[in-house]
């Protein structure tokens, strides 16, 4: 067009954010707030990356979110509320799911449906109930949980320069559990195996196996969620990320959809600048990155020549994680009429999560779903006589990059229509006959929306090696082009909105701190 | 928690020496393991690569044939401009529509047709649309006039929810179309011939004359070598028809429940907007489930005076739109009968749309300030994008004047 180039942008900017999703913003919110020049860019035309929703017929649906973690009640804010109202003071509004979850195995050997409350005491006493004498050591899986996230934030607070004499008296049992996997630590604290099975509910969040995933960070995940609930945006997600897109433009920040970066400008090792597919040029030192470091490193940076070879080492070390596969389904009968009592599911062929992984990476239905009734905690999310029931599982990319486009429509029905039925069996409900609307993403959906490498959304995996832990400690060496930092999923904190949104943050305060000590210095 | 039994505990899960040395060694272990991996970039995403095959952004095509299908109506084949980066086009469910980008003497604009070929056919090279003009058309009127073949089309991926789903509805189709609304229905009915879609398709289709029934001896073809799984009825609403075995006047309940077994058909209704309006109260009657109903997208409101909750007094009335678009800022005049998008092309500052009925969300902008009024039956917005006042300008007319900032096509 001819005056496409009147629309170009050609600006200096103190910072530019690269995608908007819960990692940039909060991060932009964050460099606004303080004043400084900055632009969010995002290919989409939404904020949000996976956190957003979208309106089929009378349903919006909700895109990935099942709860969040580190919200919290007002008389016990969680990290992210503390975010949200008090340094914010977005214009959100959030509700407590009912239920912690409720279990189903489904297994003959191991059937199992237990509902656990939330409320660390209730569920080890939900625990006790299933489980006679799992009391103690299942309460010493909770004190343990207390003191690593503690251990977490000291580390935090030390910018990953933890003093080694202060974790040897305040938290060693930190240190002595940081390298082991969930499945050792359990094991070493004498948790009956079928406590074992009950506590282990919310794996698939995390998504590795028990005895791959590291005990640290899956622990805390656990004693966040009892402590402080699970919490909904009464508008969906699209409700707290527009809250922010409001917040940022407020404080003087510039965002611009629909506008894809084509090149991270580094000299020397230094960024200088970023490019656009639209054909803006922006000059800037510093780039907070919401990609992950795989799209930046063998995508962005350019020249090639700037990327070092510790960049690509760095990510082809890392193990790439999950991405998914969701049934949106909008039901003509109310959640009462269906018998859908709980707001999440967890329905599991058995707890063997290295079984039911390998299920993740074949092109078959997975044996392990995540299931939520939205109107279960959110009554009008839909028009009465109505309910939303949203159905998640996993998949490793791999199994999904031969399907061709023919067939990709029937590949995707048949997995859903399995899923469907071994839904309704576990529960002993009746949904297939009241789909008003259904929508099913697959990895390719999830790679069309955030275009993130694969459609991965779970980062990097969170094995022990490569956990929270040695993450953290390893801040600031992981810099390995002057100016560019990363922030969200794939990044230190691990994924998840609550880790995505709070290493917005670190990164946004790294920033900020380099370029306060620039303007010192000049 | 309980500070005293906080201290008691003191985990050992191997041995204390074992334990504390496993943390030593995890960052170092960590950097052992970066510096050992790889340092081959990854050139690959096969993921990304179904994605873009699936939802190209746009594909760049060529008119291959062209063919006279009544004296209103033309069909185009279109095929991948070997010019251009597009090699293959992207596959479809039957229903789908293709948005097209057309310059019209400078001013660009987009448009949906439904595709009317088989998504068999994408193998073969190429899909079909058939448009039929518009009396007063901007868009078919220099259609008529410029396309031709070899003429180059810009377009997007196949979009639109007008399909097929086998998970929820039943296999027996009763389509509903009014005019160029067959469309979909062939695309459909050849995919159902084919065996791609496993369900029975009967099609009422109204068409005001007899000369402007639109792939007449196709359908009567497909009905006369597939009897149980294709039927057509042809509503004509002239005075005099000649045609046998037809309807006269317009698709009424009468009509459907003599054709359909009402309570045990999923409907899908694709036509002009009036056809809508008559249609909608016709099938109220049946009380039919909500899911059991299927509307396409019916494009642009074009006589918006006409819907309850306009501010008819405006309908004369011009405003200023204030238009900020990446680096340029700029106003523009509008009319309040006049959706915001349109007023957006003729000043050549349009974001990107597909659908242009407030459905896709393509065209989301933001109102910085003023006021638009958005048609209830076209307001497909999220609750967070009505409570912050973003909006969709294809289903928005301006009465007010407004400042926005809208998205750049990429």
């Given at each position: 067009m001819s005056n496409k180039k009147e629309q170009n942008l050609e600006d200096s900017y103190d910072v530019v954010v690269i995608g908007a999703g819960n990692g940039g913003l909060s991060a932009t919110a964050f460099l606004a707030q303080k004043g400084l020049k900055v632009l969010m860019l995002e290919q989409h035309n939404l904020p949000g990356g996976v956190a957003t929703s979208f309106v089929r017929g009378r349903f919006e649906f909700e895109t990935s979110l099942h709860e969040l973690a580190s919200y919290g009640p007002e008389t016990n804010k969680g990290n992210v509320r503390r975010m949200f109202e008090d340094r914010f003071k977005l214009d959100t509004e959030f509700v407590q799911v009912p239920e912690a979850y409720r279990l189903i195995v489904t297994d003959p050997n191991e059937k199992m449906d237990v509902t656990m409350p939330f409320g660390v005491e209730n569920m080890i006493d939900a625990i006790e109930k299933e489980v006679p004498g799992s009391r103690e050591s299942v309460k010493k899986f909770f004190d343990l949980a207390e003191e690593i996230g503690e251990a977490f934030n000291y580390i935090g607070s030390t910018g990953g320069k933890p003093d080694q004499g202060v974790l040897m008296k305040e938290y060693s049992n930190f240190l002595k559990t940081a390298a082991y996997s969930t499945q050792e630590v359990e094991d070493a604290l004498g948790i009956p195996k079928k406590a074992q099975d009950i506590l282990n509910g919310y794996w698939a969040y995390l998504g590795l196996p028990i005895s791959r995933i590291n005990f640290t960070i899956y622990c805390t995940m656990v004693q966040n969620y009892a402590d402080l609930g699970g919490w909904i945006p009464t508008n969906r997600s699209h409700g707290f990320t527009t809250a922010f897109d409001k917040k940022i433009r407020e404080y003087g920040g510039r965002i611009e959809y629909n506008t894809r970066v084509e090149k991270i400008l580094v000299e020397n090792g230094k960024i200088t600048g970023v490019e656009t597919v639209n054909g803006d040029k922006f000059k800037t030192n510093y780039v907070i990155c919401n990609a992950s470091p795989t799209l930046t490193y063998n995508?962005?940076?350019?020249?090639?020549?700037?990327?070092?070879e510790i960049a690509y080492k760095d990510v082809n070390a890392r193990i790439h994680g999950l991405t998914g596969f969701v049934i949106y389904a909008g039901l003509d009968a109310s959640a009462e009429e269906l018998g859908l009592t709980e707001y999440g599911y967890f329905i599991m062929d058995s707890m063997n999560t290295e079984a039911l992984y390998d299920s993740w990476t074949v092109l078959k239905p997975p044996k392990g779903l995540a299931c939520v009734v939205l109107n279960n905690a959110l009554p009008d999310c839909s028009p009465p006589g109505t309910c939303i029931l949203d159905i998640t599982t996993l998949y490793k990319s791999e199994p999904w990059e031969n399907v061709k486009p023919e067939d990709y429509h029937d590949t995707k029905t048949k997995i859903a229509e399995e899923l469907l039925i071994n839904f309704e069996k576990a529960t002993g409900t009746s949904i297939r006959d009241h789909i008003e609307e259904i929508e099913i993403a697959t990895p390719a959906t999830f790679a069309r929306y955030t275009r993130h490498y694969k459609g991965i959304f779970y980062g990097y995996e969170p094995e022990s090696w490569d956990s929270i832990v040695p993450r953290l400690m390893s801040m600031g060496k992981?810099?390995?082009?002057?100016g560019l930092e990363f922030a969200g999923g794939f990044n230190r904190r691990l994924h998840g909105y609550s880790s995505a949104l709070g290493d917005g943050m670190i990164s946004a305060q790294l920033t900020y701190a380099k370029i306060m000590k620039e303007r010192d210095n000049a | 928690m309980n500070e005293g039994n906080k201290k008691k505990l003191n985990i050992t899960v191997k041995s204390n020496t074992k334990d504390l040395f496993a943390f030593t060694k995890l960052v170092p272990n960590r950097m052992k393991r970066i510096e050992r991996a790889s340092s081959e970039p990854i050139t690959k995403d096969p993921i990304n690569d179904l994605a873009r095959k699936l939802h190209p952004e746009r594909q760049f095509l060529i008119i291959d044939a062209i063919k006279e299908e009544t004296r209103s109506t033309k069909t185009y084949k279109l095929i991948p401009d070997p010019e251009s980066e597009t090699k293959k086009l992207s596959y479809f469910r039957p229903g789908q529509y293709l948005s097209l980008k057309v310059d019209v003497n400078g001013v660009r604009i987009t448009r949906p047709y439904s595709i009317a070929s088989s998504p068999t056919d994408v193998a073969n090279g190429f899909y079909e649309i058939t448009i039929k003009k518009e009396e007063n058309g901007f868009l078919t009127n220099y259609l008529w006039k410029n396309w031709d073949i070899g003429t180059k089309i810009e377009s997007s991926g196949p979009e639109g929810f007008f399909f097929f789903e086998r998970l929820r509805d039943l296999k027996n189709i009763v389509g509903i179309a009014g005019g160029s609304g067959i469309t979909p229905f062939r695309s459909i009915a050849k995919a159902i011939i084919e065996g791609k879609i496993d369900a029975r398709l009967t099609l009422l289709y109204g068409s005001s004359e007899e000369d402007d029934i639109i792939f007449y001896d196709e359908f009567k073809e497909m009905e006369k070598n597939n009897p149980t799984k294709i039927k057509i009825i042809h509503v004509l609403s002239c005075e005099e028809v000649s045609l046998e075995g037809c309807e006269k006047g317009f698709i009424t309940g009468e009509i459907i429940g003599k054709y359909c077994d009402v309570h045990a058909s999923t409907f899908f209704i694709c036509g002009p907007q009036v056809m809508y309006d008559f249609i909608e109260k016709e099938l109220n009657k049946?009380?039919?489930?909500?899911?059991r109903v299927r509307r396409e997208a019916f494009g642009e409101i074009k006589d918006i005076l006409k819907y309850p909750g306009f501010p008819k007094e405006l309908a004369d009335k011009g405003f200023k739109l204030k238009v900020q678009i990446g680096g340029l800022s700029k106003e523009i005049p509008a009319l309040a009968t006049e959706s915001v998008l349109v007023a957006l092309e003729r000043a050549n500052l349009a974001p990107p749309s597909k659908c242009r009925s407030g459905e896709c969300g393509f065209c989301r902008s933001l109102l910085v300030s003023g006021e638009v009024f958005i048609n209830p039956i076209s307001d497909w917005r999220r609750s967070a994008d009505k409570k912050f006042n973003y909006f969709h300008p294809c289903a928005s007319y301006p009465i007010s004047n407004i400042e926005m900032k809208i998205p750049r096509d990429l």
């Open positions: 995508k962005l940076i350019y020249p090639k020549s700037e990327v070092p992981d810099v390995y082009i002057e | 049946f009380n039919l489930p909500v899911k």
